[in-house]
């Protein structure tokens, strides 16, 4: 049996008189990719938002690897291995691709204060092993600024796994990116869960990239958890039907 990484029980959070996330339950095991759909104002992004330290829930429980997580600052969280990739790429466009990753190697190994001595040559390696695993090595030296949006959205998951995370969460990671590319990136960090046995959460558009994908799907609407299982479970749920009919979002391309 997998280890449970992450343990969601009753998570929720209301804006107003509004439910955003409503009484939601699931787990993530190591090497697992969890796909987290649901039609726009389902409140994936609260839900996320949560999970990384970013909102404090209202009520329920998170624990990571055993250990509660709720109400701990992002920075703490992302220290006991929670990375994040989000739909806006957050790379330092000044800076070169190798760079950006030895940033975030040096906030891991708590050498921040070394970025003006010889930050150059700290964890060199190592940045460049971590580019090798998303295959970018060969643009070590470009800056980010000039990269193809593909191109950073990759440098974006080896900065993610710089802290070597037990659990990744990716917001939109293909967003903005060509058909071609969406399957690459999940093929990517697919292949990185497994080898790194990382958990991995996603929320996706593409219902493609979705199916193709995904171990297990969770979907919400108006807040609450209404169906998960297998992609195969997931598509033949008549509720899930019904909140996509229309849409054409569970065969084709969401949008």
Not at 215 to 224: A, Q
Request: aromatic residues 6%; contains cysteine.
């Amino acid at each position: 049996m997998t280890a449970t990484v992450l343990d969601v029980r009753g998570l929720s959070k209301a804006f107003g008189g509004v439910r955003a996330v409503d009484d939601v339950h699931f787990t993530i095991a190591a090497g697992e990719l969890l796909a987290l759909i649901g039609p726009n104002g389902a409140g994936k992004s609260t839900c996320f938002n949560m999970l990384n330290g970013q909102l404090r829930p209202d009520g329920g429980s998170v624990q990571l690897n055993g250990r509660s997580i709720v109400g701990l600052p992002p920075r703490r969280v992302w220290r006991l291995g929670v990375g994040r990739t989000f739909q806006i790429t957050a790379t330092f466009v000044s800076m070169t691709v190798r760079e950006n990753v030895q940033m975030a190697l040096l906030s891991h190994h708590r050498r921040i204060g070394a970025v003006f001595a010889r930050a150059g040559d700290l964890y060199r390696d190592e940045a460049d092993a971590l580019l090798e695993r998303v295959a970018m090595r060969d643009q070590a030296e470009r800056v980010c600024g000039v990269l193809a949006y593909g191109d950073l959205k990759r440098v974006e998951l080896a900065v993610a796994l710089a802290n070597d995370p037990k659990l990744l969460l990716m917001d939109e990671p293909t967003a903005g990116m060509a058909p071609k590319e969406r399957v690459q990136l999940m093929e990517l960090a697919a292949r990185l869960a497994r080898e790194r046995q990382v958990a991995v959460l996603f929320t996706e558009h593409d219902m493609d990239v979705v199916f193709a994908h995904a171990d297990r799907i969770i979907v919400l609407d108006r807040g609450k958890l209404i169906a998960q299982g297998t992609p195969a479970e997931v598509r033949a749920d008549p509720q899930v039907q019904a909140v996509y009919l229309g849409s054409g979002a569970m065969y084709g391309h969401a949008h």
